[in-house]
C-alpha cells in the first residue's frame, strides 16, 4: 500500500441525474467571451476565430447547494453563470463529430470571479489566476447526460439572484459551440473522462454580497444554486 506524507486532495465528485455513482472532477477549463453581449458589456472585441482558455484548479469546485464564504482578498466578486460539459471518453486531436461524441453530461455552473483582481491583472498583463481560481469558485450542479439533454441549441439560460432576473441568454447566442471548443481544445491538451469544461457566461454578470442566494437554470438540466456567506 502507498503511504503519503500528508492526506491527499479531496477528490470532488457531482451527482449524475439517474445513476448512484459520482463522477470525479479531474481538471476544470473555462472559455473566455464566448457570449458577445458579455465582451462588449465588459469592453472586449468579439474573436470568432478560435475560443480562448483559462482553468481552475479541482479544489475550486464546490457543489450546488452550499454556501461560498466571501472569496478573500477582493471587494467585487461576481457571478457568471455558464453551461458546462463533462467529459465520459478521450478526445485528443479530435473533429467536432469525435468531439461530439465524448460528451458524457450537461450542467450549470457558476464561475465566481474576483473581478477587481481580473481586472488589476489585465491592468498588468498577467495572468488572471488569482481573479478566477480560489476554493469554491466553481459551483456545479447536478449533471444530465447527454442523451438525455439533446442538442445544445435555443434552451433558456438564466441567472436569478434573490429572485430577480440578472443574465438571461439562450445556449444558441454562444459564439464557439460546446463541439467545436472540445475539438479546439483537443489540439492543446489529452482530454478525457473527468475533464469540465465551462462554456462562457452571458450579458448581465454583477456584483454579489453576502447573504445572497444564487440560482442557476438552463432549460432540460438541474439547477446550480448558491448561498453567499460572511467571508472565513
Known amino acids: 500500500m502507498t503511504s503519503y506524507l500528508f492526506e491527499p486532495p479531496k477528490i470532488h465528485a457531482l451527482a449524475v441525474e439517474g445513476e448512484t455513482a459520482r463522477y470525479p472532477v479531474a481538471r476544470v477549463f473555462c472559455v473566455g467571451r464566448n457570449y458577445a453581449a458579455h465582451a462588449a458589456e465588459m469592453g472586449n472585441e468579439v474573436d470568432r476565430e478560435a ?79 488569482l481573479g478566477k481560481d480560489g476554493e469554491g469558485m466553481a459551483v456545479l450542479g447536478p449533471l444530465t447526460k447527454a442523451a438525455s439533454f439533446g442538442a445544445v441549441g435555443a434552451q433558456r439560460i438564466h441567472l436569478e439572484v434573490n429572485g430577480e432576473v440578472r443574465q438571461d441568454a439562450r445556449l444558441a447566442d454562444m459564439i464557439h459551440g460546446v463541439p467545436a471548443i472540445i475539438a479546439n481544445l483537443s489540439l492543446y491538451y489529452h482530454l478525457g473522462p473527468g475533464d469540465i469544461i465551462m462554456t462562457g457566461t452571458p450579458a448581465g454578470v454583477g456584483p454579489v454580497c453576502v447573504g445572497d442566494r444564487l440560482e442557476g437554470k438552463i432549460e432540460g438540466l438541474a439547477p446550480v444554486i448558491v448561498e453567499i456567506g460572511e467571508a472565513a
Do not use: N
Request: proline fraction near 9%.
Open 51 to 129: 475560443p480562448f482558455y483559462f482553468t481552475k484548479s479541482p479544489q475550486a469546485v464546490l457543489e450546488s447547494g452550499g454556501v461560498l464564504p466571501y472569496p478573500p482578498g477582493s471587494q467585487d466578486v461576481h457571478h457568471e453563470m455558464e453551461c458546462v460539459v463533462a467529459l465520459g471518453a478521450p478526445v485528443f486531436r479530435a473533429s467536432e463529430q469525435d468531439a461530439a461524441g465524448a460528451i458524457y453530461a450537461y450542467g450549470c455552473g457558476l464561475d465566481m470571479t474576483r473581478r477587481d483582481l481580473q481586472q488589476a491583472a489585465k491592468d498588468k498583463r498577467r495572468p488572471w489566476d
